[in-house]
């Protein structure tokens, strides 16, 4: 049986910081384009950029949040894994 591959103790911090990250600015760049080329388009200068921007708040803090529970949900499973794995050990080693 093959175990997986060990990571760094520093890799899932960085994967939830790019992860985070591309929720922050992904959705702010694209609106600040979008909305400013709207608005030339249809002379309501600052309000497409306005609303675009409120719009890539709410997705960005969606975003956020999904990401957050699921690094949540995955660090609960593996603390779950890790408890049933000692209990085990424990009562395998307790008449030794």
């Given at each position: 049986?093959?175990?997986?591959?060990?990571?760094?103790?520093?890799?899932?911090?960085?994967?939830?910081?790019?992860?985070?990250?591309?929720?922050?600015?992904?959705?702010?760049?694209?609106?600040?384009?979008?909305?400013?080329?709207?608005?030339?388009k249809f002379g309501t200068d600052p309000?497409?950029?306005?609303?675009?921007?409120?719009?890539?708040?709410?997705?960005?803090?969606?975003?956020?949040?999904?990401?957050?529970?699921?690094?949540?949900?995955?660090?609960?499973?593996?603390?779950?894994?890790?408890?049933?794995?000692?209990?085990?050990?424990e009562r395998n080693n307790k008449?030794?």
């Open positions: 049986m093959a175990d997986k591959p060990v990571q760094a103790w520093w890799q899932p911090a960085v994967t939830v910081f790019s992860e985070v990250t591309g929720w922050i600015v992904a959705p702010i760049v694209a609106s600040l384009f979008i909305g400013r080329a709207l608005d030339r309000w497409w950029f306005l609303g675009l921007t409120a719009a890539a708040f709410v997705i960005t803090t969606i975003g956020i949040v999904r990401v957050a529970s699921r690094y949540l949900h995955q660090i609960e499973q593996e603390s779950k894994k890790k408890r049933e794995s000692k209990i085990t050990h008449y030794y």
